[in-house]
């Protein structure tokens, strides 16, 4: 006999009835949550390169990432966030002008 035979209207408090109206999901197999882990693991990994070549980004994010790549490109020496300008300051036409007055 099924469950909704035994009695067809739900009652509260009855087990059978509050596993018949359960959703399943698919959890951490999602591909929404994979692609998060990969993005993570991915902007990791490029901190982690970063970090090894002396460069300090400001953040883990990508874009902190890249700007602090682009900011050691354009002054020819690894940035560090904690001790120079902010990146949107670091530029190829400004480098001379911080480099003079010791802010880099």
Sequence with gaps: ?????????????????????????????SSQKQTSNKKWEGELQ?????????????????KKIQEARRASDAMGK?????S??????IQNKTVSKLSEVGAI
Excluded: V
């Design 46 to 62: 490029a901190y982690r390169d970063a970090r090894a070549q002396g460069i300090q980004p400001a953040g883990t994010s990508m």
């Design 78 to 82: 690894a940035y560090d966030a904690n």
């Design 84 to 89: 120079m300008p902010s990146t949107n300051l």
């Design 1 to 29: 006999m099924k469950h909704w035979e035994h009695h067809p209207d739900p009652i509260d408090g009855c087990f059978g009835c509050k596993a018949l109206g359960l959703q399943m999901n698919a959890g951490d197999a």
